[in-house]
Each structure stands twice: as structure tokens, then as C-alpha cells.
């Protein structure tokens, strides 16, 4: 039987993260098919080789699902504590942890959900675990200097129809199918979640000063930055906004485009291209 460090920790890591536990984890190891457990971890008259593992492997699961409820807390409140313990379980047997960092456990939720009998009873829980793991990754993107008002004045006038922007890289813009965002507001302001309205919503969720926020976009913002991040000129993105005015609305264009421009400059959405 291979004895050597990294053998050890590589067993005890197969017998931890079993998917059936570790009793059925070590039936699996044919290098101790006749000493046992024994040969690489010490019992005594209290607890057997077996237990001390398996005190490690609940310590392993359950921290886990702390995680997991602190990155979910609407599909927690949703679901209520025993179904989700169960749909953590189900969930780990599929998507095993493959990152050193526990803060990536929960990436592959949403995609889980999608085909989970849950969804009988719960049709909108996989676009409500999107939006959630949203909210942690846009809250761990990589940083950049927004621009500000003051840097866009400066510009000459000559250079804004050519001129090119860039989003932050703290942000997401995806579709649900079901307002989500309704459930998880409810939550962060301590009420009893409603179901959603089923309702295909465009979803903007950014950062602002260490801040991570989420709000439904219309049609013409959503396409306006899509080509922002396309690279996509102001003189373009000016053309996008103003055909975006209903018809016989008697808004200025030139206000409607100010307006766009204000609100993203103030919730730090843009940077230099």
C-alpha cells in the first residue's frame, strides 16, 4: 500500500467528498482492502477510523451549505432549510467543488436547477439562483477607474461623434424569463416572498463603489450596452437611443440621450475604452 504523503491526503480527500458517504467511499479503495482505514488513520475505543473521517466529511458538507445559503438567501427563503440541505445534496453529487476557492461553489446552481423536479412547484427558482450567483460574481470582477462626468466635459466636441466607450468589467446584462428580482427584493427588505410574475425581463446587475446593485433595463438600453461593449461609436449609440423614442412621443432625442448618459455615468457603468 502506498504510503506517501500526497497518497494520504489524496484518499482522505476521496473518503471526505464521497458523493454516498465515507463507508461507501471506502469500499471504492482497493489499496486497503485488507487492513482498512486503520492502516492510515488511528481509532480507539471511542471512535473508530471511519468515524474520525466522517466527522471531517460532515465538517467538508456542511460548510458548504453555509456558504451556499449566505450566496442564495431567496432560493433558501423559497425553498425552506430541509429542501434546500437536499437540493445542496443533489447538487454536489453533480457539480463536486473544482475550485480551491469555496466562493465558486455555488457557480453551477442555476444551471442545476434548470432540469430539477423543483421546478414543477417552483418554475422560476433556476432565474432566481442566476440572478443571486450574479450578485457574487459581478461583487468579485476585476476593478477599473469609472469615468465621471468631469473626464467626459473634457472631451472636445469634435471627438464625441467618434468618440468609443467601455463598460466596467463589474457588471452582467442577461434575460429571465421570470422577474426573480421581485423574490430576492423581497428578502433583502425582510418580507415574505410573493411568487413571480412570469415576465421575459432584460437584467442589468453592476458595481458602484464596492456596491453591488440590480435593476431591469428596457429594450434600448439593453442594446445600447451591448454596443457600448461592442465598441461601438457615441455618434451610433446617440442613432440607437433616438429611434428607441416611441413613436409620437414628443421627447427630445437629444434629452433622452443626456438622461442614458447620466444614469450611467452616475451608477459608474462606463470606463475608457
Not at 481509532?43 to 473508530?48: C, E, I
Not at 443533489?90 to 457539480?95: A, K, N, S
Request: glycine residues 6%; negative net charge.
Amino acid at each position: 500500500m502506498p504510503s506517501d504523503l500526497k497518497w494520504v491526503e489524496s484518499l482522505l480527500y476521496r473518503l471526505i467528498t464521497a458523493p454516498s458517504g465515507v463507508a461507501e467511499g471506502l469500499a471504492q479503495e482497493k489499496s486497503l482492502a485488507r487492513g482498512g482505514l486503520a492502516q492510515v488513520i488511528a481509532g480507539d475505543d471511542r471512535l473508530s477510523a471511519e468515524a474520525r473521517v466522517d466527522i471531517y466529511a460532515n465538517m467538508y458538507f456542511y460548510r458548504i451549505l453555509d456558504v451556499l445559503k449566505e450566496d442564495f438567501p431567496a432560493t433558501l427563503a423559497v425553498l425552506g432549510a430541509a429542501r434546500f440541505h437536499n437540493l445542496v445534496t443533489g447538487y454536489l453529487i453533480e457539480y463536486p467543488p473544482a475550485h480551491f476557492s469555496i466562493s465558486h461553489a455555488g457557480n453551477h446552481l442555476a444551471d442545476f436547477l434548470r432540469d430539477h423536479p423543483l421546478r414543477d412547484e417552483f418554475p422560476f427558482l433556476a432565474d432566481l439562483a442566476r440572478l443571486e450567483r450574479a450578485l457574487i460574481d459581478v461583487f468579485h470582477a476585476a476593478d477599473a477607474a469609472p469615468l465621471d462626468a468631469e473626464q467626459m466635459r473634457a472631451i472636445a466636441p469634435e471627438d464625441w461623434p467618434s468618440l468609443k466607450l467601455a463598460l466596467h468589467p463589474a457588471n452582467q446584462l442577461f434575460e429571465l424569463e421570470w422577474n426573480g428580482a421581485a423574490i430576492l427584493k423581497a428578502v433583502e427588505q425582510g418580507e415574505e416572498p410573493s411568487p413571480p410574475v412570469r415576465n421575459a425581463t432584460s437584467l442589468l446587475v453592476w458595481r458602484n463603489r464596492h456596491r453591488v446593485y440590480y435593476r431591469a433595463i428596457d429594450s434600448v438600453e439593453r442594446d445600447a450596452l451591448d454596443a457600448i461593449a461592442k465598441g461601438t461609436t457615441f455618434a451610433e449609440i446617440c442613432e440607437m437611443i433616438a429611434s428607441g423614442l416611441d413613436k409620437g412621443d414628443e421627447g427630445d432625442p437629444a434629452s433622452a440621450i443626456n438622461q442614458r448618459l447620466e444614469t450611467w455615468l452616475r451608477d459608474g457603468l462606463l470606463a475608457p475604452a
